[in-house]
Nanobody, 116 residues
């Protein structure tokens, strides 16, 4: 069964940076053939898509994270990253990765907390 595993979250001060990772277990080519995305869900809010990357490495971002977040893939290793810079308190959320079209089972996510 395909499993998505997110990591890299933590507590960071406003203006700081974090790099999240997403590994797809038990699927050798998921990231090579499908657009993948990073989502986040803040307490009391709906999960939102914040970044996407296509198999040809085209990217798209939500306005709230544009110019601060960068999504990338490590080809051949089924790993995706989210580099988050200039973090703000409103970026605090649990971050998940998944496939926007026909989502897989959701992973546990990784908590990102931006606070002084």
């Amino acid at each position: 069964q395909v499993q998505l595993v997110e990591s890299g979250g933590g507590l960071v001060q406003p203006g700081g940076s974090l790099r999240l990772s997403c590994v797809c277990v038990h699927s050798g080519s998921l990231f090579s053939f499908y657009t993948m995305g990073w989502y986040r869900q803040a307490p009391g809010k709906q999960r939102e898509l914040v970044a996407q990357i296509t198999p040809t490495d085209s990217t798209n971002y939500a306005d709230s994270v544009k110019d601060r977040f960068t999504v990338s893939r490590e080809k051949g290793k089924n790993t995706m990253f989210l580099q988050m810079n200039s973090l703000k308190p409103e970026d605090t959320a649990v971050y998940y990765c998944n496939r926007p079209n026909n989502p897989l089972n959701w992973g546990q996510g990784t908590q990102v907390t931006v606070s002084s």
